[in-house]
């Protein structure tokens, strides 16, 4: 009976133990199961922020193109009201020069027209008075005459009848008897025109002068250089007259 209840107390002893240490392996492997859960659930929401901050930023990058898209559509735009400004100045600026050069073609032209009347009534009025300078002469009002004549000089020095109204003058200044300013005048179509029709004329006016004043030897000299000089002209022929008279 004893030997019984002392194997059967050694029996329990033993499933003990066994029971005991079934439980603590069993608890370590739940701790290990809950710390590897713990480790997985962290893992988890770290792959869970990385996740957010990669679809963040895939957002941000599509957000960016959708940026940059819109960008590109206002530089378009941009870029087609700048080549139509930058036409529409180039069209203006032709169209202003454009108006620009005939405005100046037109004042050109109407300055062109302004000088042709100027000069018309310039010449007009210079053979106004030079016809009625001469005039005077023809008529023996030589004073007058010689008044007249030198103011037509004086108002056109360049005039095509200026060498004919020396001449006059140096005419009227004979008759007045004043030589000296004869042969001023007289000299004057001689040096400076001396391929004008009155340059013969003058020449014989120069030895009608010296032969007045007595001074034979230099009316002789004219009237040579008139003949030589000037063969053709009809005060050629009057000058050897004047010649034969003389010898």
Do not use: C
Request: charged letters at 25%; aromatic letters at 6%; proline letters at 2%.
């Amino acid at each position: 009976m004893k030997k019984l209840a002392a194997s059967m107390l050694l029996a329990f002893a033993v499933n003990a133990h066994a029971g005991l240490f079934d439980d603590t392996e069993a608890r370590k492997q739940i701790e290990d199961l809950r710390t590897l859960t713990t480790q997985q659930t962290q893992q988890i929401q770290q792959l869970q922020t990385g996740s957010r901050k990669v679809l963040d930023l895939v957002n941000q990058i599509e957000q960016l193109k959708q940026d940059n898209a819109n960008l590109r559509g206002v530089i378009e735009v941009l870029q087609f009201n700048l080549d139509e400004a930058t036409k529409r100045q180039k069209d203006l600026y032709v169209d202003l020069d454009n108006r620009v050069r005939k405005i100046e073609e037109a004042k050109i032209e109407q300055q062109e027209q302004q000088a042709k009347e100027q000069e018309s009534a310039a010449q007009q009025s210079d053979a106004q008075q030079f016809d009625a300078a001469v005039a005077l002469s023809r008529a023996g009002k030589h004073k007058e005459a010689v008044v007249a004549l030198r103011q037509f000089i004086t108002n056109f020095p360049n005039s095509a009848n200026t060498p004919a109204a020396q001449y006059w003058l140096g005419s009227s200044l004979t008759a007045l008897k004043d030589y000296k300013g004869a042969n001023a005048a007289y000299g004057a179509v001689v040096s400076k025109y001396p391929d004008d029709a009155v340059a013969p004329d003058a020449l014989f006016g120069l030895a009608v002068v010296a032969n007045v004043q007595k001074d034979k030897k230099t009316s002789k000299q004219y009237l040579l250089q008139l003949i030589e000089k000037y063969p053709q002209s009809e005060k050629a022929a009057t000058a050897k007259k004047a010649l034969i008279a003389t010898d």
